[in-house]
């Protein structure tokens, strides 16, 4: 049994729209995640599943409303990265430390079906801003 979703060819679609629509390109990861690396950090340090990463993040909607931001540093109460969302999961390990990626993350590797009430609608995908400050 695969652990990989099914890719949704909807979420797909509707990621390829939104970077044509915005001249923009992205590397596209076999689970179905959007990528840009904007800064690929000090190509030394990576993080693992285990990994407490200490990030700056912006997630925003393709709206362009933004569904969440650090405002500085975190580490999520020293959250492991295996307990993040898989978009971050998957997105976080193709930097090192203190580099950059932009990520566009379809619904099924972001919060899904159910979203976040009130936050991030269902079925949303999501475009997180992550820089990874430090790894403990």
Do not use: C
């Not at 959007?34 to 993080?47: A, E, L, N, R, T």
């Not at 975190?74 to 990265?81: A, G, I």
């Amino acid at each position: 049994m695969s652990q990989m979703p099914q890719v949704d060819v909807r979420a797909e679609n509707i990621i390829q729209d939104y970077l044509n629509s915005h001249n923009l390109t992205a590397q596209r990861d076999v689970s179905g995640l959007y990528y840009q690396i904007v800064q690929p950090g000090d190509s030394v340090h990576f993080v693992k599943a285990t990994s407490i990463a200490t990030v700056i993040y912006t997630n925003q909607l393709l709206t362009g409303e933004t569904v969440g931001s650090s405002f500085g540093p975190t580490d999520f109460d020293h959250r492991e990265l295996k307990n993040h969302i898989p978009g971050w999961q998957i997105g976080l390990q193709k930097i090192s430390l203190g580099g950059k990626i932009r990520l566009y993350i379809p619904p099924a590797l972001a919060y899904g079906s159910i979203g976040i009430p009130g936050i991030i609608p269902p079925n949303a995908v999501l475009i997180s801003d992550l820089e990874l400050v430090s790894i403990r």
